[in-house]
Structure formats: structure tokens, C-alpha cells
């Protein structure tokens, strides 16, 4: 993969390029990912392809690779001592689960779809953290609502904290949901059961006596249920 791809994050953070290059230069990196074969077996082992097996790119390794397109890029193996890697003398290569555990992700890091999870899940933590220090309520950032000594009781107290934040907004839901709830919808009537609402007949009424209209009959039966 060229460098500029591999620096693409680095660059952003020195400020050498601007956002929409950073997401140009994720986005290119796709092409050089290696692809799964098929699915992990019981013991999480899977059978992953190269880039330019996947179609993704192409490889002066693998002759067959080459004349695909100039859409593919164009790999240039790195020579070494022992020669070409597992991966460019053979298909496919089986991984194991633990290889690049500790910074495995299930999406590509930048992709569009992690920024989408990303920064959904980031807002909704700092407005967390915002809700949980505010002054006149848990104060968490504050030391002084934890007057006691030792990582454990601090631990301990701030996990009440945390769980009164949380119940607090758990309540504050609810009581806005229970303020704007309307009438539970009724279950749609079976083919059996025809609709009391299903055009038919009149109904015979007392003489002399109004008969309801649709709308006060209706509202009578939103409060009955």
C-alpha cells in the first residue's frame, strides 16, 4: 500500500491534509484489504485472500492478476531476504484468531460506515458525560462529592453516581413518554372477527333519541379501553 494511504491518519492529525483528502485516501485503501475465503471454523481460523486475489488489485507476482484494468492498482512487492511472503506464492493463507486481536475492528477504520457508528456513539457519550456533571445535580467531575480515601471506595461511589445519572434520565424519559402517549392502537381484526367499524346495516335507534355521532362514539371507546 503507498505511504500517503498508510499516513493518511497521521497526515490529518499534523494538519498536511484536509478532511475530504483523508476520507479519499480511506477510501483507497479498501482496494488492499485482504478478503475473507469463508467463514471462520469453530476455533475462529479463516482462510483470507490477497488483495490482488480479491480482485482488488494486481500483483507482478501473480502473472494471472495482471491486465485486469487500470482501475486496479498496481502492487510493488517488497523484496526480502527469504523471499516472497506466504500470501504471494499461494491463494489463500489461513489466519488466526489471535493475529491482530488487540486491534482488530469488525469496520474499517475512517470507512464511511465507521464514522456514521463512530460519531453516533461518541455524541451520545459526551452528552452522557455532560449530564452526569452537571452542577447542581451528580457533579461528577467534583472530588468533593467522593470524601473518602482509596481507588476502591472511589470506584464504588462513583458506580452510585453513574447509576443515579442513569435513572434519572431513565425518568425524565418515561415521564415525557407518559406526557405525550397517546391511546395504544388495537390489534388489527382477523378475517373471522369482522371490524365493528365495517360498513353495514344502520342500527335501529329509540325514537325520540339522538344517536351518537362517529366522533363522541369513538373518543367513548378510547377512554373505555
Known amino acids: 500500500m503507498p505511504q500517503s ?12 491534509i484536509d478532511k475530504p483528502t483523508w476520507i479519499d485516501r480511506i477510501r483507497a485503501r479498501t482496494a488492499y484489504l485482504f478478503m475473507p475465503k469463508q467463514r471462520p471454523d469453530a476455533e475462529g481460523h479463516r482462510r483470507m485472500m490477497c488483495p490482488a486475489e480479491a480482485n482488488g488489485t494486481q500483483c507482478p507476482l501473480k502473472a494471472y492478476t495482471l491486465g485486469r484494468g487500470i482501475h486496479l492498482p498496481l502492487i510493488d512487492p517488497e523484496p526480502g531476504p527469504a523471499g516472497p511472503t506466504a500470501c504471494c506464492k499461494q491463494c489463500t493463507i489461513t489466519i488466526p484468531p489471535e493475529t491482530g486481536a488487540t486491534l482488530w475492528q ?11 457508528v463512530y460519531f453516533r456513539l461518541r455524541n451520545s457519550i459526551e452528552g452522557m458525560n455532560g449530564y452526569a456533571k452537571e452542577a447542581l445535580r451528580e457533579r461528577l467531575e ?9 481507588i ?12 443515579h445519572a442513569n435513572r434519572r ?4 424519559w418515561a415521564d415525557a413518554d407518559a406526557l405525550n402517549a397517546t391511546a395504544p392502537i388495537a390489534a388489527l381484526p382477523s378475517a373471522a372477527s369482522p371490524s365493528p367499524w365495517a360498513p353495514g346495516p344502520p342500527r335501529a335507534t329509540t325514537p325520540g333519541r339522538k344517536r351518537p355521532s362517529p366522533t363522541s362514539e369513538s373518543a367513548h371507546t378510547s377512554i373505555a379501553r
Open 5 to 16: 494511504l498508510t499516513d493518511a491518519t497521521k497526515d490529518l492529525i499534523a494538519e498536511r
Open 106 to 116: 469488525p469496520l474499517q477504520n475512517g470507512s464511511e460506515t465507521w464514522q456514521r
Open 142 to 150: 467534583e472530588p468533593g462529592t467522593r470524601r473518602i480515601r482509596g
Open 152 to 163: 476502591a471506595a472511589q470506584t464504588i461511589l462513583l458506580a452510585f453516581q453513574l447509576a
Open 169 to 172: 434520565k431513565l425518568t425524565a
